[in-house]
């Protein structure tokens, strides 16, 4: 019952949201996807999309990105949190993508998080994205999880696993945008932790 619980709870949540474009999304070449979702780490998608859109009209290739001068693409990434760590750890990456990987980014968890930049929670986002079965664990899918007692942990790789268990593999890569836009979309806490106490109540 717990896990028909978290399904109906989670299309609930779905329905509820907005359909604000998140940073991993719509980006074409699976690259740039890659490129924009380390550009959202601590950062809201909301500033991040239209900075990743100034970067890849500024850099329209791999190859291009990864011979960058660093202060041309500080100067892009400026209002982004971290922008200092996250220019260098692009033009590495692109680099690295470019020399060791042929241009293409790797579908590959283990692969992805040896890159520069790259974590555990942009890594399962940009799979999810590519179509993998994949849970990406930032503050809001962390907030909301426990919230509504899918997980115990604070810990965003122990909740992964938890939420990994309760769901079936064809709704993970649901969770992560759909928690994500449920949290953008209330973003009054009383109104979002009033919400969630409702879903709490279904059967």
Wanted: hydrophobic share 40%; net charge positive; charged share 25%.
């Amino acid at each position: 019952m717990r896990r028909e619980r978290a399904m109906k709870q989670l299309s609930a949540l779905g329905s509820m949201s907005g359909r604000m474009r998140l940073a991993a999304e719509g980006w074409g070449a699976p690259w740039k996807t890659l490129i924009a979702t380390m550009m959202s780490a601590q950062s809201r998608d909301e500033t991040t999309v239209p900075i990743a859109l100034e970067l890849f009209s500024r850099y329209a290739t791999l190859k291009a990105l990864s011979s960058a001068r660093y202060a041309d693409v500080l100067a892009v990434l400026k209002s982004l949190n971290y922008n200092r760590t996250k220019a260098k750890n692009i033009i590495e990456c692109a680099r690295i993508l470019a020399s060791e990987y042929h241009g293409e980014a790797p579908h590959d968890f283990d692969k992805l998080i040896a890159l520069p930049g790259v974590g555990r929670k942009t890594a399962n986002v940009f799979l999810s994205e590519m179509g993998h079965d994949a849970i990406g664990v930032d503050t809001h899918v962390a907030y909301i999880s426990r919230k509504l007692g899918w997980t115990n942990n604070k810990s965003p790789e122990k909740i992964e696993a938890d939420l990994t268990a309760l769901f079936p593999k064809k709704y993970w890569k649901k969770v992560n945008p759909v928690l994500v836009r449920f949290g953008k979309t209330y973003t009054s806490r009383k109104e979002k932790d009033g919400i969630l106490e409702g879903l709490k109540a279904i059967p």
